[in-house]
């Protein structure tokens, strides 16, 4: 059997050709949402900036209007943002649904009689193809969050280090056995997944055998 790795980059290309502009729009929301935050955090610091100068009377009240200008957009775009996604990924699941799926359907359709012998080829292919357009969105789920993360930390750390350096620096330090740490338990999780699936995919033949229709005369034969 062939054995291929789809990767991050395979993940977005099935995404991207099952529906380009849907998946184009879920990139851009995520970069521009995941810059929000830092883009607040420098209107508010203008925003006190500003008020505190109006109040000494170094400047007039009328300054003020575009850092609340921009601190309104700000927030209106971050409460919008989520039900925007939302939406978005639903399309993008119905896509999935309609030609994803299919294609899985019509592959493992097409399987050579030597891999549905294969225990491990058929474990492989459980794991992968149950609830295929599922996995996949909660693929791209992850690792859009994972993207707007590392954005969000850069942005925040940015302004952090600016102002104290040696605050970023620790941040930095301590966050990388964290990022170790979690490696190491998805390592894990995936581990135990792998071997769940081979006890279901039994468990699921053999529940079939007892309960299905299609095995009447053998529990009749042998029962």
Not at 149 to 173: D, K, Q, S
Request: hydrophobic share 50%; net charge positive; aromatic share 8%.
């Amino acid at each position: 059997m062939l054995k291929t790795k789809i990767g991050i980059v395979g993940c977005l290309r099935i995404s991207f050709s099952v529906a380009p502009v849907i998946s184009f729009l879920i990139c851009i929301l995520t970069l521009t949402a995941a810059l929000a935050p830092t883009f607040q955090i420098q209107a508010v610091a203008r925003f006190i900036d500003d008020t505190i100068q109006v109040v000494q009377g170094a400047i007039p009240l009328g300054h003020t209007a575009v850092s609340i200008v921009i601190l309104l957009l700000l927030i209106f775009y971050q409460w919008m943002v989520q039900p925007l996604m939302a939406m978005l990924w639903l399309r993008l699941k119905e896509r999935m649904i309609e030609t994803y799926r299919s294609q899985i359907v019509a592959r493992r359709a097409e399987l050579r009689y030597q891999y549905v012998e294969d225990g491990k080829a058929m474990d492989t292919m459980t794991r992968v193809t149950k609830d295929a357009e599922n996995q996949m969105i909660k693929i791209l789920q992850t690792l859009c969050q994972s993207v707007s993360l590392i954005m969000r930390v850069i942005g925040i750390l940015y302004i952090i280090m600016l102002h104290a350096w040696w605050v970023g620096l620790i941040l930095i330090v301590v966050s990388v056995p964290l990022l170790y740490l979690s490696k190491k338990s998805g390592d894990a999780q995936y581990k135990v997944q792998q071997e769940n699936t081979k006890h279901e995919r039994k468990y699921n033949y053999l529940s079939e055998v007892l309960r299905g229709r299609d095995a009447v005369q053998e529990r009749a034969l042998f029962g």
